[in-house]
């Protein structure tokens, strides 16, 4: 058990552009957690998966947001047509709705900090 | 008005010093409550998590829930250089349905321990 990960670690682009983060969850966990944190903020949820099916979206994601997990597993997070508003860490975590701590436990990933231009 | 409320100092304390740090809230739907930890530019880390209200403890932390006052406390006993992180709390609501697993977060709290 490798722990949440996510790719890229940093990502630099420039406004208007689309950009793809990746999320792979601790193997075997069901759900699975988008959060947005800019600097001096606690992270905001953005939206959650259980398996592949999306079952809720905050209000801050606009529709220039996008997120998949198309077979369960890993998760994908979409921004099109990026503005420099969006620069912020972007984090997923995992947890399972099995075993005692349910889903109150969730583990974080180590982010993917984004810089719009 | 934010939902969940933390001070986010800077809090500055001598190693070996008691840390308390505090949120309060005002959704009284909230029953489970957490403290995460923050080290610079890494993701949180889950150091405790309480249902309802209570104490608990592991090791030199000790988490407080008070739900009559909507406050949650963390104590950290014998401070640590290493304790020198941002600390999160963070809760939801078990209403079930599909709001079970969104998690609300405080602004945290930046804690220096110096030697």
């Known amino acids: 058990d490798t722990g949440v990960s996510q790719n890229p670690r940093h990502k630099i682009t420039k406004r208007g552009q689309n950009v793809t983060f990746r999320c792979d969850p601790i193997?075997?966990?069901?759900?699975l957690y988008w959060y947005r944190q800019t600097l001096g903020q606690g992270p905001e949820f953005l939206t959650y998966f259980q398996n592949e099916a999306q079952l809720e979206k905050s209000r801050l994601l606009s529709d220039r947001f996008s997120a998949e997990r198309p077979k369960g597993s890993f998760s994908t997070l979409e921004i099109q047509r990026t503005e420099q508003g969006d620069s912020a860490m972007y984090l997923c975590a995992s947890s399972s709705t099995s075993g005692p701590l349910r889903e109150e436990t969730q583990y974080f990933g180590p982010g993917t900090r984004l810089l719009v231009l | 008005q934010k939902e969940v409320e933390q001070d986010p100092g800077p809090l500055s304390v001598p190693e070996g010093a008691i840390v308390s740090l505090n949120c309060t809230y005002s959704n009284s739907a909230f029953q489970y409550f957490m403290w995460y930890r923050q080290y610079s530019r890494k993701g949180p880390e889950l150091l405790m998590y309480?249902?309802?209200?209570g104490n608990k403890e592991d090791g030199r932390f000790t988490a407080q829930v008070d739900k009559s006052s909507k406050y949650i406390s963390l104590f950290i006993r014998d401070s640590q250089p290493s304790d020198s992180a941002t600390y999160l709390c963070?809760?939801?609501?078990?209403?079930?349905?599909?709001?079970?697993?969104?998690?609300?977060f405080g602004q945290g709290t930046i804690l220096t321990v110096h030697p």
């Open positions: 963070a809760m939801n609501n078990p209403a079930g349905g599909t709001s079970y697993g969104k998690l609300t």
């Open positions: 309480t249902y309802s209200s």
């Open positions: 193997s075997e966990h069901n759900r």
